[in-house]
């Protein structure tokens, strides 16, 4: 391998390139050796047995993990075809069985909730809110700006409207 200490690990080809030439050296320079590492003895014959079955395991993990995309690629395929279905199927059943809780229950649903009615004081705050956001923005029905018309000239041309007032910000 060629990193340097305090580097990051080495790719799995760079890892995968690195094995197969310890096994080619092995081969070609030291057949018949025996090594000792450790306290264990190793044969060169050994040694090229062990390298070879971290290559297959490594070899075997890319081709899984390869295998993995392409079944979590089928999998969001078949998600995203079936998911508007299954939306549309419980929603059919809510609506076709409405509040019989027990068979809603055996498919996995519950009743839709009623809504709860709104106070007057919420009435009045949202329409309170709805006033002031309109004003804010400066919005008009359509009646209001149907009535804004601007003032047309003898020779038929439209002066510039007057520049409109900055809003004043809070």
């Not at 990193?3 to 799995?12: E, R």
């Not at 070879?52 to 075809?81: C, F, G, I, P, Y």
Request: charged share 20%; hydrophobic share 40%; aromatic share 4%.
């Amino acid at each position: 391998m060629s990193t340097t200490a305090n580097t990051l690990k080495p790719s799995k080809a760079a890892a995968l390139a690195s094995i197969r030439d310890l096994i080619a050296g092995t081969q070609k320079h030291t057949p018949n050796g025996s090594f000792t590492f450790g306290n264990a003895t190793h044969t060169a014959a050994s040694l090229v047995q062990m390298f070879q079955s971290l290559l297959d395991a490594m070899t075997a993990h890319d081709a899984a993990q390869a295998t993995a995309k392409d079944r979590n690629l089928a999998l969001r395929d078949e998600v995203t075809q079936v998911r508007p279905v299954i939306q549309a199927y419980r929603r059919y059943l809510v609506v076709t069985y409405g509040d019989a809780t027990q068979t809603l229950a055996d498919y996995g649903l519950k009743p839709l909730k009623a809504k709860a009615p709104r106070s007057t004081e919420q009435k009045a705050a949202s329409a309170a809110k709805a006033r002031a956001t309109r004003k804010a923005r400066g919005t008009t029905s359509k009646k209001q700006k149907a009535s804004i018309k601007a003032a047309v000239t003898a020779a038929g041309t439209t002066p510039t409207a007057p520049p409109v007032p900055a809003k004043p910000t809070s």
